[in-house]
């Protein structure tokens, strides 16, 4: 058999080209699982959360208790419900600086004219046995009031579309319940398995009895 030389080349070419195209997909589907593995998980955003009350290790905004309901005092119960804390860590909503000082974080806001300087903070206090969230926050709106309110909150994943129509995760942080502590309170938030235990040493700015008061709250999904 006779075989061209010019065809043996051919031959050769196409395969190499096709060995080419075969170690070349593999190595892009390897990056894309590298590149996937790397980034985190819903499961760990959620983790981190439980754990510190971070987002990628930044606190997440102290302002959302402000849009939670706690700046808002005309109204009976909170509009505004559930927040994508992924989003809103580091967005341009909640752009206002954020400080912290031992486990209480803080975010000021000044008012369009300058002249009023609104204040939210919290504290965390971790996860019931149950896996709620609690919250201590405060919100001042630039006068002597310091209105405090305890946060039960739940978290849990949830798909949608951005706007160029790809799925997503977004980690979602409820309001599941707030209960209202008072003006310039102060006290103790102790959690108890799925029980939360309100210790009050001081109801507002004429209190100044000492004496202790127990409130426990079942922290409970509705």
Do not use: C
Request: avoid cysteine; proline fraction near 3%.
């Amino acid at each position: 058999m006779i075989i061209q030389k010019g065809l043996i080349v051919t031959v050769t070419r196409i395969a190499a080209a096709i060995v080419a195209t075969v170690v070349w997909a593999m190595a892009a589907q390897a990056q894309a699982v590298a590149h996937r593995s790397d980034a985190p998980s819903a499961a760990s955003f959620i983790a981190e959360v439980h754990r510190a009350f971070t987002i990628e290790g930044k606190p997440i905004p102290p302002e959302i208790f402000r849009d939670f309901g706690d700046g808002d005092l005309a109204d009976s119960g909170s509009i505004w419900v559930t927040v994508d804390i992924k989003a809103a860590t580091g967005s341009n909503l909640y752009f206002d600086e954020i400080k912290q000082n031992g486990r209480w974080v803080s975010q000021k806001k000044k008012s369009t004219k300058g002249d009023i300087e609104e204040e939210t903070g919290y504290s965390y206090y971790g996860t019931t046995e149950n896996g709620l969230l609690v919250v201590l926050a405060s919100y001042s709106g630039g006068g002597s009031g310091d209105f405090a309110m305890l946060h039960i909150l739940d978290i849990a994943t949830g798909r949608a579309l951005d706007l160029e129509g790809k799925t997503y995760e977004r980690i979602n942080l409820t309001n599941v319940r707030s209960i209202a502590l008072g003006d310039r309170w102060d006290g103790e938030v102790r959690i108890a398995k799925s029980a939360v235990r309100i210790i009050t040493t001081r109801k507002g700015p004429a209190d100044d009895s000492g004496k202790r008061e127990t409130l426990t709250i079942d922290a409970r999904r509705p």
